[in-house]
């Protein structure tokens, strides 16, 4: 129907004398990326899904925390001690004394209170990790999901372009192609931010020594 239209046009052009650069091309509603490709050519990719170890994250991340200082309670007691000179007899008295004064002071081997703290920082830890991951692997089957749906969308984006632009179908059908293009992406990019936030809460817990080579760790696993 367009090719008629235009080649009427070119007719009219002819017969009136009318310069054919003069002849406004119809307008045709762009790609999501812009991108001239031939939506013959095109074919969606396909991500396959790889198997990511999480049980090995949450060991790795564990493991490269940094060391805790150690808090060592410690009592004091005070005390004075007191001889007359008339006998050899040894008073002891809390009160301060001319003759000696001294602080005793007494630490536990083990500590209660700080076992029973650095327990739970522990299992804190712990449960900081496995979320972190869960949310990474989450957020990695939604960013698959993602890119798959994103190639098929830009190939029918393309080829309703295609279509509108041979008067085949109403514009309507590219738009609503490149809607569903722009929701996909969103969808890929808050993915990519999630791994992203995941991936970063989960290196800079552990020491800085080591948070390249576990960034690096998690990286290969995860791509």
Same mark, same amino acid.
């Given at each position: ?6 080649? $009427?046009?070119?007719? @009219? ?6 310069? *054919? ?22 074919? +969606?990719?396909?991500? +396959?899904?790889?198997?990511?170890? *999480? /049980? ?8 490269? #925390? ?10 004091? =007691? ?10 050899? *007899? ?18 536990? @081997? #083990?500590?209660?209170?700080?076992? /029973? ?7 804190? =830890?712990?449960?900081? $990790? ?9 957020? @990695?089957?939604?960013?698959?999901? *993602?890119? =798959? ?13 295609? =279509?509108?632009? /041979? ?15 722009? $929701? ?29 080579? @576990? ?7 995860? #791509?």
């Amino acid at each position: 129907m367009l090719q008629n239209k235009i080649k $009427t046009t070119l007719l @009219l052009c002819v017969t009136l004398n009318v310069c *054919a650069d003069e002849i406004v091309p119809p307008y045709q509603v762009p790609t999501f990326t812009g991108e001239q490709t031939d939506w013959h050519k095109m074919k +969606p990719a396909i991500n +396959p899904a790889k198997t990511v170890n *999480a /049980d090995l994250i949450v060991e790795t991340v564990n493991h490269c #925390y940094p060391v805790p200082p150690m808090n060592i309670e410690i009592s004091l =007691r005070s005390g004075a001690t007191y001889k007359p000179p008339s006998t050899g *007899a040894t008073v002891q008295s809390l009160d301060a004394s001319q003759y000696y004064a001294g602080i005793i002071a007494t630490m536990p @081997l #083990y500590s209660g209170v700080e076992i /029973d703290k650095e327990q739970k920082l522990a299992i804190d =830890r712990k449960l900081k $990790t496995v979320e972190a991951v869960a949310q990474m692997l989450t957020a @990695l089957s939604t960013k698959r999901r *993602a890119e =798959r749906m994103l190639g098929l969308y830009l190939s029918l984006e393309k080829r309703s372009q295609k =279509r509108v632009q /041979d008067g085949i179908v109403a514009v309507d059908e590219q738009i609503g192609m490149l809607e569903k293009v722009a $929701t996909t992406q969103g969808e890929l990019d808050a993915a990519n931010a999630t791994i992203e936030g995941s991936r970063l809460a989960l290196i800079h817990q552990c020491k800085a020594e080591d948070v390249e080579r @576990l960034n690096n760790f998690i990286l290969n696993e995860i #791509y």
